[in-house]
């Protein structure tokens, strides 16, 4: 019996050959959906990622609402992965979704702002503690500008990134330590540039390598999660930030939190509920509650280097934004969002469950002698498959199984439960039930019987 992370591999295997078998035969019209959008539709999918799930062709969506969702075979699922942290509220939060329809007869972009981007910006300066801020449809495009922004202020062209991280699909950050040298990520398409000229890469949680990375003041910003949670989740050690963030201040750089997945922290993110001080920070995804749009912002003094820089500069294409960035609409859900939606009760809700299923992973790793771990970070919780937590990236990438994630997907899904796929996460939203929670625990259960 050949034994992968305390599982029996080769009953594993013979039962995902039964799921995959189990997903085709009940899900007629999702391939035929596939199969249609094969032919129009790079991987059948409007995104490619869509492609990547654990399934052997696309499961296409009929709807989505609070923590369910139904497939276009009339399937449903309880939504533990919440459109990887876009539906982080839950699906179509009822204050976002009235709000969204009163705008939408009323304009949706006119690139001229509407009186709800002021009421965001205060909104986002109270819960984060930075004084100025600028839209973005993406996380993505977020980093990007704040990066860009962070450069021309600084005057200085490096940046400092955590291995094995992950920023949305920003070139800069798109570099991994290999044998202990920058090297441009390996998965990358299409990029030609050398990323490592301009981009430092130290381990997570290593303060040498970090002084190391900013005692000759070239680096401009470091581009950080709180906690790194797209190579599995890496937890600071205690002390960490604190350090970090002096040595940052220490050689004149600036720190750019990114609060994209630690948002379910709580209301100000993980930097308000763990003290960090940030001089810059980025928010997308759930921020518009599933609408298409992220923020950063700045500190005055940032702020006040910013336009400067940009008065500076010679006249025409800052290169930073794009048309609909802080559109009518976006900025409508925004507002719905964080007044009604993003609320203090809300992430109460979310914490008790999370610390539910939580202690429930725990409790069935245990039981089944599996040597796994579990991390939360508020309303997200994760396993991995590995008896300790990672300390940094390269820890945390070493431990991760493609293949066996996949498995216990896919069977999951047969029994009407959504993960996040590429990793173990798991997210809660306020309509998410206990019983719903117990539900999961009960087929992991049984995902353990079948294979140990
Ligand atoms: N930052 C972090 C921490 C993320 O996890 C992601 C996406 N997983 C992004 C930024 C990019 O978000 P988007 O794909 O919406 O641009």
Redesign the pocket.
Known sequence: MALRHGIDFGKAQALHQQELALFSERRPRSRQLSAAGGEHLLFGAPLHWMADWSTPFNLYVEEARGARLRDVDGHEYLDFCLG?TGAMFGHSPAPVARAIAEQATRGLTAMLPSPDAVWVAEELARRFGLSHWQFAI????A?RFALRWLRAASGRDQIVVFNGC????VDDVFVDLVDGQPRRRASLLGQVHDLAAHTRVVEFNDLEALERALRDEQVACVLA?PVM??IGMVMPEPGFWRAAQDLIRRYGSYLLL?E??TISSGPGGYGAAYGLKPDALVL??PLGGGLPCAVYGFSAELAERAQRAKRAAAPGHSGIGTTLSGNMLASAAMRANLAEVMSDAAYQRMFALAQHLADGLLDWIERWRLPWCVSRVGARCEFQFSPRPPRNGGEAGAMQDEELERIIHLYLLNRGFLITPFHNMLLLCPETEFADVDRLLAALDGFAGEVI
């Open positions: 990887d993406s996380a993505s495009d980093n992950y920023h949305g699909t999660e949670t797209n990114d994209t997945h997308g995804k």
